[in-house]
């Protein structure tokens, strides 16, 4: 996938003056697809570009997919804003075109998978190109209450499962790898579930993430044992919440009260959100919400080649 080096250039320039999310920096799409290429389509407007398609392709079983890369759970479109004093139905006219535009570019494949950013929220003329919609949800906190304010929003079981670690545990900041990668892998485990990333995926990225000064991790000590970590990266705007573990030694509340610990730390950092990054799965989600924030929706996008095939990735959980 050797794309035009003008095409790259014009899409850097967009990402930094648009301010776009940490997933859509060129650096991060390097680091997650390392072993591949990502590309990008664009829609322009006099020679500039006026919306994105960032995009990770791959090839398996010699089924073509364009889906999410390893360790980013947002990705897809994005639009330049109209002037807001126009009329909504002409905002409106104009995404469509360029939606349009864009999806026409990408390349034909077999499959398409893509979580959108929860900021893009208008799908709907996607739909007219025969791709399928699901919507998910994260919970989203907002950084700008005061601790007293975040800490009154904690449910009743978070709060005191807080309270408990804080007596038995202490936190330290780590920047080892090795260290992280353990105890993700531990839980991984314990869940009958292999780890979706290798080691040598986890450390490129990791080492970008150490270059560009866009994460923070912590681990909870219990004693002289490490017993969990919580990992998360951030832009300008958002930290989000990328990578839970714990050890086969459990400890009460230990997760709970590194992920308090990293929102009070984001929050002093500059950050306004603290993204959870969402779960479909019913026991996490209940976790993720019971830390108080709004419940925030985004588009997962599905489309195959073919309705044959779109019925076979389905029958299989694939799309």
């Not at 389509?41 to 398609?53: M, S, Y």
């Not at 010699?62 to 909504?88: E, S």
């Not at 309705?307 to 990735?313: A, I």
Request: with cysteine; proline share 3%.
């Amino acid at each position: 996938m050797n794309q035009n080096t003008d095409v790259k250039k014009k899409y850097r320039q967009y990402v930094k003056e648009n301010n776009l999310s940490l997933f859509y920096q060129p650096w991060y799409l390097d680091a997650v697809c390392y072993a591949h290429e990502w590309g990008v389509v664009l829609a322009t407007r006099d020679n500039k570009a006026v919306g994105v398609w960032p995009y990770f392709q791959k090839k398996k079983n010699g089924l073509t997919t364009i889906t999410q890369p390893i360790l980013t759970p947002y990705l897809g479109p994005h639009i330049v804003k109209q002037n807001q004093t126009d009329k909504l139905s002409t905002q409106l006219s104009y995404e469509k075109k360029i939606l349009t535009e864009l999806s026409n570019q990408l390349p034909k494949v077999n499959r398409l998978v893509v979580q959108g950013h929860p900021e893009w929220t208008n799908w709907q003329p996607l739909s007219w190109l025969g791709y399928e919609q699901t919507t998910r949800y994260t919970y989203q906190i907002n950084l700008t209450k005061t601790e007293t304010e975040l800490y009154d929003a904690l449910s009743d079981k978070t709060r005191n499962q807080i309270k408990t670690a804080k007596q038995s545990l202490r936190i330290e900041e780590t920047t080892s790898s090795a260290e992280l990668i353990g105890l993700v892998k531990a839980t991984y485990k314990r869940q009958g579930i292999s780890t979706p990333f290798s080691n040598k995926q986890f450390e490129v990225l990791h080492c970008a993430l150490t270059e560009n000064d866009s994460f923070k991790a912590y681990m909870a000590l219990y004693e002289n044992d490490k017993v969990a970590v919580v990992y998360s990266v951030y832009d300008k705007e958002t930290t989000y919440l990328l990578i839970t573990g714990q050890s086969d030694k459990k400890v009460s509340g230990s997760v709970s009260y590194l992920i308090w610990h990293s929102i009070l730390e984001a929050r002093r950092r500059g950050s306004s959100t603290f993204d959870f990054e969402g779960s479909m799965i019913e026991g996490v989600e209940s976790f993720f919400r019971s830390f108080g924030g709004n419940q925030t929706p985004y588009h997962r996008l599905t489309k195959a080649s073919n309705k044959p095939l779109y019925m076979l990735f389905k029958l299989l959980g694939k799309i």
